[in-house]
């Protein structure tokens, strides 16, 4: 570890800390532990170093404990300065809290005689408890079998195959069933027939298409190819005759064995290598604005989330029987915990909710058309996964006339009947693990997403644009709701509650923000209660039945590894992955927003209530009093028991701004449990705070290096990718994942010049480039973009999103209250357009511009402010004086497409320091103050600079005239450039004597 105070030593400590951690998350099943110098002494405080955080935070983070805290003795050292003035313990263990009981004995040798180094050596003992069964019983069932998923090759295909093979082939069978139909009146029965026909034939006609097996033994390990299985069958029957055999390893027979097994693993190790070079060239040749691609490949290169066991209820369940504990957990959750009653006794919502629907005999205007059948098949996504029924959303959108015809039937026939097949309403759920440091063997660190059959889909997209039409009507959502909504974000929610703090702040008055987290939202709606809240806008009567139908009889069964469980009931919650679920959950949990404001509970601005910023479930209440506060969580917890909801307290906290002015003895608690008051929580994935004093950097340089190394490994300097790919990589997908909501964050500007820094620093070791070379140089040679400047960028484009709203909306609204008290954010906008030369904010307010031509003027200011910045340094810089030659060189033909060898890794280190004149010449050595004078050594006539040691030293002239005549003589002269050919005069030394001898070539040609 490093043991310098530097920034640059700083962020290194924090570097290496993140390749631990990527290791440590790679390998979660496996036991930890850390020991080494970690130049911090952990066990004594009082012996601060500035790293010491860092590892503080690293521990905290992962649940690491240091032993020499835990077992060591407090007066102890491990190391001591040459002259004994300076003692401290920074040689250590760290290991899992969980598993420090199993750690005994530390013991330091001081007096080690044949230890010369001034570190002491350091021993504990382990002793790894075994687990028993009695500690955790363990679930024992008959494993299900592999759910067979033949998916077809749609991207494939030309649109002329398809036609001939499939939509030509399916219409003839549509036919068929159309034919079938003729006089004859529809009843469920019937529909029942005509469905599972169309799902078969959808299904059937497909396959004469090109498709994947779908054994359910999933996709396999590309490197397996066949000529590695070759060789391992031909391994393991020798290996078998060798045991069959008796006789030991070094009889014929097993040695023969042995030599197959290491040519068998050669192999294996040539088509992993081959493999990942692939991998990385189809990435090298994506288009960097071509998202779907890009992403795809580098989902393919990332590390994937694998669990092996469950912890459930007191049991554990294992290998096979894991889809048991999955099964048993998703049905705890689709099952309510109370009986609700059928009926919602409430004088808001009366008991007989027929009163309520508007009972007309047309309903959603009677039929579905074509044109709504075609709008809504064209909005399915392709690439998307299939239902249970196995038919993706290309089966649809790739259907003809006759089929369609019957779809349509079909559906209108649903509405008519008032009856949904049950095929329609099964779901397949997969469970997908949150992410971070939560633990993976627990189930409740996952979230159910269902896989529902695409024709129950396409009738959900004909219903939603209806149900929004009058929803809307009745003002739903509220205005305050920012969640599933069309150009509301996020990261717009929270810069509203940005402004709304600011302007608090800026008139100097307290402010309470209560942050409540909703308990398994989506999965615990009261459905009987969700259908009388749509009761009661007095929907058309078949737009009720719609939605009621789809919650009737619905059941789900869990996905895992190939294989299904068992089919269970879903009687609570909206399905996360349905069409309408959003809509619906928005509808439900909107009368809490609109009770609080009627009771004029929580803030206001001017005549602007503001007391409540709701993003789907996550639910912010402000007030500037602590009393009103009380109340607002008191009509939230009758709200939600009301709906049968819950707020979970543990993972809600409040935050008071302007401490200052508060008394700190104020308390809140929502049904009698406490609700802590923090300085700090994650709300809609920022950090707010009481206070300027987080260090939002950290997680930013965080989440980078996690992601980057997640993709290209945990070694940099060994990373099998060339710098411009691995800068792609950097620009596409990790800078996203560091500056996710930083239009929202507070970043100082030493926040902001740490960001810049860890960037240059990272792709400073990629390249193999001193520290001490010049930081524009990062730029020049990776094509990057100062993480500053995109932080810039993406807070205009905020600023242009509220721009682009109506004038009534809360976001503009609170952007003209900022302007008046003149706030942070204001005033960072201001600078910002003021840094890239755009319009001044007044200007933008009068005027608005539109969003895509906003978009397009940052993003052009942007490479502007870069390319000056560069130009500027490339003035000033005498180390960067290569790339003021023109033509300008550019970064990409600097590297090889790929590095095949490692030889090709010192090449590239080489070229980067040649191109920014940090190689360590006699010049560059004198330069640093590592040599007495700047003399070459070979020729000792001139000064030795890189062109003096390439093209003109007279010592080393024949081994670069035997070189150049090689590279002539080579039939691949081209790949080398036009030099050779177009240039004669590179070949004629400006000391060419009359003799004709060459010492030297021309280096200005050079």
């Keep these: 570890m490093p043991c310098d105070a530097s920034s640059e030593a700083l962020a290194e400590y924090q570097a290496i800390l993140e390749e631990i951690q990527c290791i440590m998350q790679q390998n979660r099943s496996s036991s930890v532990i850390i020991g080494g110098d970690l130049n911090v002494d952990l066990h004594n405080k009082e012996r601060k170093k500035r790293a010491f955080n860092i590892l503080d935070s690293f521990m905290a983070e992962n649940d ?15 190391y001591q300065s040459d002259d004994g003035t300076k003692r401290s313990n920074i040689d250590t263990f760290l290991t899992h809290s969980k598993s420090a009981g199993d750690f005994s004995n530390l013991l330091i040798y001081n007096d080690e005689p044949l230890n010369l180094s001034d570190h002491s050596p350091i021993k504990v003992t382990w002793s790894p408890a075994s687990s028993s069964v009695s500690e955790a019983r363990t679930h024992h069932t008959v494993p299900s079998n592999p759910l067979r998923r033949p998916k077809v090759k749609w991207k494939e295909l030309s649109k002329q195959m398809i036609k001939e093979l499939y939509t030509e082939p399916l219409d003839v069978a549509s036919e068929d069933i159309l034919v079938s139909l003729a006089d004859v009146m529809p009843d469920e029965n019937l529909l029942d027939f ?127 029987d894991i889809i048991q504990g999955w099964t048993r957990h998703f049905q705890d959750l689709a099952t309510p915990t109370v009986s609700s009653p059928t009926q919602v006794l409430n004088p808001t919502h009366p008991e007989n909710i027929d009163s309520l629907v508007i009972h007309h005999p047309q309903g959603l205007d009677h039929l579905f058309t074509s044109k709504e059948l075609s709008q809504a098949i064209s909005s399915l996504r392709p690439g998307k996964a299939s239902g249970p029924d196995n038919i993706s959303p290309e089966h649809l959108m790739y259907t003809g006339c006759t089929t369609r015809i019957l779809i349509l039937i079909m559906m209108n026939w649903m509405i008519h009947l008032k009856h949904i097949p049950l095929s329609l309403k099964d779901g397949l759920v997969i469970p997908l693990f949150k992410g971070g440091n939560k633990n993976p063997t627990d189930p409740g660190n996952y979230r159910g997403i269902t896989l529902t059959p695409v024709l129950g889909k396409l009738l959900e997209l004909l219903v939603k644009p209806k149900l929004s039409q009058h929803l809307q009507e009745h003002q739903i959502p509220d205005p305050l709701q920012f969640g599933f909504q069309r150009e509301r974000s996020c990261t717009l929610t929270g810069k509203a509650l940005d402004l709304v703090i600011e302007v608090y702040k800026s008139l100097n008055q307290p402010l309470y923000i209560a942050m409540l987290d909703a308990q398994k939202a989506f999965d615990t709606v009261w459905q009987d209660g ?38 269970f009931p879903v009687l609570q919650g909206v ?42 479930d996550d639910i912010a209440l402000l007030s500037n009093e602590p009393m009103e506060l009380q109340q607002m969580l008191n009509v939230t917890f009758h709200y939600t028991n009301e709906w049968k909801y819950k707020i979970n307290p543990s993972k809600s906290a409040i935050i008071v701004l302007n401490q200052d002015l508060l008394n700190s003895d104020n308390s809140w608690q929502i049904n009698g449990e406490p609700i802590a008051q923090v300085s700090s929580h994650k709300h809609l994935g920022i950090v707010r705070t009481d206070n300027l004093q987080y260090d939002y950097a950290a997680d930013a340089i965080t989440k980078g290096y996690r992601s980057f190394y997640a993709l290209v490994g945990t070694s940099p300097l060994g990373a099998r990718v060339v710098p411009h790919v691995a800068a792609k990589l950097w620009k596409t997908f990790c800078v996203p994942r560091m500056i996710f909501g930083c239009s929202s964050i507070p970043f100082s500007r030493a926040m902001l010049n740490r960001l810049d820094k860890a960037q240059i620093h990272l792709f400073k070791r990629i390249l193999g480039l001193p520290t001490t070379s010049a930081d524009e140089a990062v730029y020049l040679l990776t094509d990057v973009i100062q993480i500053s400047l995109l932080v810039t960028k993406e807070k205009l484009l905020l600023l242009g999103q509220i721009l682009c709203t109506d004038m009534d909306r809360i976001e503009r609204r609170m952007l003209l209250h900022g302007i008046c008290a003149n706030t942070k954010s204001i005033q960072e906008w201001r600078n910002a357009l003021q840094q890239l030369s755009l319009p001044p904010l007044d200007e933008l307010v009068r005027n608005p511009p539109n969003y895509h031509l906003w978009k397009r003027m940052v993003q052009s200011a942007v490479i502007q402010v870069s390319e000056a910045r560069q130009h500027n340094a490339l003035t000033k810089k005498t180390s960067l004086s290569l790339w003021t030659r023109t033509p300008k060189p550019k970064a990409k033909d600097l590297y090889p497409g790929h590095i095949s060898n490692p030889s090709l890794r010192s090449a590239i280190t080489i070229r980067a320091q040649i191109s920014c004149q940090v190689y360590l010449t006699q010049v560059r050595l004198a330069k640093i103050g590592k040599a007495p004078d700047d003399c070459c050594r070979l020729c000792m006539s001139a000064c030795e600079d890189v062109e003096h040691l390439v093209a003109t030293c007279p010592a080393l002239a024949p081994v670069r005239q035997d070189l150049i005549q090689r590279v002539k003589a080579n039939p691949n002269t081209k790949q080398f450039g036009p030099c050779f050919e177009s240039t004669p005069a590179l070949f004629k030394s400006k000391n060419q004597g009359e003799n004709g001898t060459d010492t030297g070539v021309n280096a200005d040609s050079f």
């Excluded at 691609?293 to 669990?307: C, H, I, M």
Aim: glycine share 8%; charged share 25%.
């Design 64 to 78: 690491l404990v240091c032993l020499s805290r835990t077992l060591g003795d407090s007066e102890a050292y491990t």
């Design 575 to 616: 399905r996360q992955g349905g069409v309408l679920s959003p809509m619906l959950y928005t509808l439900y949990i909107n009368d809490l927003i609109k009770r609080l404001r009627e009771y004029h509970l929580g803030c206001s601005v001017g005549n602007l209530y503001v007391g409540v910023i709701a993003f789907a």
């Design 530 to 567: 969700l259908l009388s809240k749509i009761a009661v806008t007095r929907p058309p009567t078949v737009l009720l039945d719609t939605i009621s139908e789809f919650y009737n009889s619905c059941s789900s069964k869990v996905f895992w590894k190939h294989e299904v469980g068992p089919s």
């Design 194 to 320: 005509v469905t599972a026909r169309l799902q078969s034939a959808l299904v059937q006609t497909s396959m004469n298409l090109p498709h994947t097996k779908g054994n359910g033994r999933g996709k396999g390990k590309t490197e397996w190819s066949p000529e590695v299985e070759e060789c391992y069958q031909r391994h393991i029957n020798m290996w078998k005759d060798w045991k069959r055999s008796g006789e030991d390893k070094n009889s014929p027979v097993g040695v023969l064995s042995a030599d197959l097994k290491k040519a068998f693993r050669a192999k294996l190790r040539q088509a992993r290598a081959a493999c990942r070079n692939g991998l990385l060239s189809r990435i090298e040749e994506a288009d960097e604005h071509n998202d779907k691609l890009f992403y795809t490949l580098v989902k393919e290169q990332g590390p994937g989330s694998d669990v092996h066991q469950l912890n459930l209820g007191g049991l554990t369940y294992s290998g096979p």
